[in-house]
């Protein structure tokens, strides 16, 4: 029993069912990283929106503070996304947001900037949290899509046994069929 | 015993919880045989109805066996008897159970002082649907208190099956209150969004009412298709505009009565934009819910028409076209249901084969399946329009 449990089971009273022994979550693998990685999203932004500056600073890339701070804008955006029940859409986003961040530090790579090792370091970070947003993102993709199979066909559910007319025609005069009757 | 009980957005499970307890004289305990998983459940999967609670259990479409009443009953139920239990829980002797507006019953909701704060007014206590109707424990559990239980059931006959009767606690009669109360005439046509469980019995409640013709509006083939064996013309509003075939359909004046089986979580698409606008709202806590087809019966219903909502809200929605509606002179009808209300009737029509509601019906599994027909309910897998569940 978790300490939620515990917590609120003081607004219950004393005949109601109380729990004894959590049940496993039906949330999968994929779920609950995309719900690290939303919150990890939100808390880099958080970083970058504060410290562009020494960002900027540690990678070599002065003059790009207000680029920084729009990346971060743009990390909390998809980690709200991420965390929401279109979490597909936000996990997407940040497969996309990734590359942006690649090219950007791409840019940033070059023999000149002193801080290059730096970058690299960035870069490695960066394709490996792409790594799981691609995992995350496919994951719940393909456990929360509706498939590929045909959807089927309940043509045959009418909800009337004897037929609408019949039913509308009994439920007009106030009378009801007989089962069956057409 | 085991329930499906709530631990947060999207977590279901089936846990081991102790067994309920009568607390009141008019209590009863009821041995749950078969209960259902609602679109309103998924309001609450997904955390957007406030005051739920880790720990509470879900569900209110059950129906089960007396197995305990307490002294107050005073024979209107013993043990054995087989009945429906209506989610809302009514007290049957304040001023709004003698003029049976159920859903309002002022002595039922006991954190009555939290719904006051929400709502204004308290409304009735509710099984499995948050602290502010109640905090009871839901139905979807092997056993349950029913409080007030010598007014809150429906007796049921043993020569009707569960799946036939199970929608007398809410889908069958909110469908049914969502058509009578838009005082259906011979010549109207009723325009219905959503072809889930609700607005698949308010289809046909429409037809038995006897409206003209009923269409039905929804973008999964398989709720299209049991629309259409309902009697429904259907429109697939990711396929067609469905303004424009309304008007077709009307000779360009309006269906007369709308009626919204979606409520708070309509569907968001690239081609309707404001239904991102609203999606990007509720995301940032600005809106509770996505009124998109509030805005559309509105602007499409004729004028002097009636607008029914029997789908759920939960708090304050943005850009309804108040000027639209005043204008045109509609008429709004909206609550949740008064399900006692309707229900003498609609056992009735069951019991005479006038309509069997179990044709709804898509999945049928275990409650230890529960959490994971959730997801399968939210996500439209398998073609799933209901799901009953088995304790």
Not at chain 1, 101 to 118: E, F, Q, S
Request: proline content about 5%.
């Amino acid at each position: 029993m978790s300490v939620a449990d515990r917590l609120t089971n003081i607004t219950r009273s004393p005949g109601d069912p109380k729990v004894l022994k959590a049940g496993p979550s039906a949330l999968g693998a994929t779920d609950n990283l995309a719900h690290k990685l939303s919150w990890f999203s939100i808390a880099l932004g958080v970083v970058e929106l504060v410290g562009a500056e020494r960002i900027a600073g540690a990678l070599g890339m002065r003059g790009k503070e207000h680029l920084i701070r729009a990346y971060g804008a743009r990390e909390i955006s998809s980690g709200i996304l991420s965390l929401s029940v279109d979490k597909q859409a936000g996990l997407w986003s940040r497969v996309a947001g990734d590359g942006l961040d690649i090219a950007t530090l791409l840019a940033a790579y070059r023999h000149d900037n002193p801080k290059r090792d730096n970058v690299g370091l960035a870069l490695a970070m960066v394709a490996g949290i792409s790594l799981l947003d691609v995992i995350a993102a496919k994951g719940v993709t393909a456990r929360h899509s509706r498939g590929a199979t045909k959807p089927r066909d309940y043509s045959d559910r009418s909800g009337f046994p004897g037929g609408l007319a019949a039913a509308r025609s009994a439920s007009r005069s106030g009378r009801t069929q007989e089962p069956g009757a057409a | 015993m085991r329930a499906l009980v709530w631990h947060g957005k999207e977590d279901i499970r089936c846990d081991e919880v102790s067994d309920p307890q009568i607390e009141d004289e008019r209590d009863a305990i009821i041995r749950v045989t078969s209960c259902a998983i609602c679109g309103s459940d998924l309001h609450l999967y997904h955390n957007y109805v406030p005051a739920m609670l880790p720990g509470d259990i879900m569900g209110h479409e059950m129906m089960g066996e007396v197995v305990e009443v307490g002294k107050g009953i005073n024979g209107a139920l013993k043990k054995g008897d087989r009945i429906v239990v209506p989610f809302t829980i009514i007290c049957g002797q304040c001023d709004q159970c003698k003029r049976q507006n159920f859903s309002v019953c002022e002595r039922s909701n006991r954190k009555k002082n939290l719904g006051e704060k929400v709502f204004g007014h308290a409304t009735a206590g509710l099984f499995g649907y948050t602290h502010l109707t109640g905090g009871y424990p839901g139905g979807q559990a092997e056993y349950m208190r029913v409080p007030f239980a010598d007014a809150t059931h429906i007796k049921v006959p043993d020569s009707l099956t569960d799946e036939q009767v199970l929608f007398l606690g809410d889908i069958f009669p909110t469908g049914w209150q969502a058509a009578a109360q838009c005082d259906i005439e011979p010549t109207d046509t009723v325009a219905i969004w959503g072809c889930g469980p609700v607005g698949q019995m308010a289809i046909r409640s429409a037809l038995l009412l006897g409206a003209k013709q009923v269409l039905a509006i929804d973008c999964l083939p398989e709720r299209l298709s049991m629309a259409a064996a309902g009697g429904a013309i259907t429109i697939n509003f990711a396929k067609e505009s469905v303004v424009e075939r309304l008007n077709d359909l009307t000779g360009g004046k309006g269906p007369e009565k709308c009626i919204d089986c979606v409520g708070m979580e309509s569907h968001v698409s690239l081609a309707q934009p404001d239904t991102i606008y609203d999606r990007a709202k509720q995301m940032m806590l600005l809106e509770n819910d996505r009124p998109h087809v509030l805005r559309e019966m509105i602007y499409v219903c004729r004028p002097a028409g009636v607008i029914s909502i029997p789908g759920v809200y939960s708090g304050l929605v943005d850009k309804i076209p108040m000027g639209q509606a005043m204008n045109k002179g509609l008429s709004f009808r909206m609550g949740q249901t008064h399900v006692n209300r309707w229900t003498g009737d609609l056992l009735h029509r069951i019991e005479e084969g006038q309509i069997d509601p179990s044709f709804v019906i898509t999945h049928t599994v275990g409650l230890e399946q529960g959490p994971e027909m959730y997801k399968v309910f939210r996500d439209k897998q398998d073609s799933c329009i209901k799901v009953v569940l088995k304790p």
